[in-house]
């Protein structure tokens, strides 16, 4: 008499976990486009969100909403940091004005300890695309070279082109920088 088993070889085991291996591999590596996708929406929808607010306010009252010299963070609630690590805080005198027409995102997604948040420039001498437009805001995509989202993305601080590429530079740690001119 012959006894015979059943069951799986070693080889066929191996084969299952490397399988299994692969695609966990995948949906990994998916799910962070997906989740890299969805923050940057959230940013670019803020940073739209802001550029109209600060739009109606121009159009209100014929004036920026803060025309002195440092930035002004819009996102007060997730915070501002620059590249260079330095937290920028709210400015009183932005946020009050801002206020009095309406209400700007507090808060977007924030990934790693620098180049987050959106923030309020304010230079008397910028000119973009020859144009005096003295108000920006500026911004962090996650990636590298993403684009920006939005009209106006400008090619550099002060004296701004349009950007061709979608954004103004595509390597910021990791990050995508998004300089956006606020015609007015």
Known sequence: MKKTTSGFTIVELLIVIVVIGVLAA????????????ANNTAIISAANQSVKVIQAYHA????????????ACITIVSGCVRDTGVVDNS???????????GTQPTSVPVVGTVANGIMYNYTPTRTF????????????LNGLS???????????????????????????????????SIPG
Do not use: E
Not at 26 to 35: D, S, W
Not at 91 to 101: Q, V, W
Not at 129 to 140: D, E, K, L, S
């Open 129 to 140: 695309n020859g144009q005096a437009q003295p108000a920006m805001i500026f911004y962090w």
């Open 91 to 101: 400015n009183a005198t932005f946020n009050n004005n801002i206020a009095s027409i």
């Open 146 to 180: 993403q684009q920006c989202g939005l009209s106006n993305v400008m090619n550099t601080w002060d004296t701004a082109v349009t950007a061709t590429n979608g954004y103004t530079a595509g390597s910021s740690g990791g990050k995508t920088l998004c300089y956006i």
């Open 60 to 71: 209100a009252k014929d004036d920026y909403p803060y025309t002195g010299s440092g930035n």
């Open 26 to 37: 995948i949906v990994i590596v998916a799910y962070n486009g997906i989740q890299q996708r």
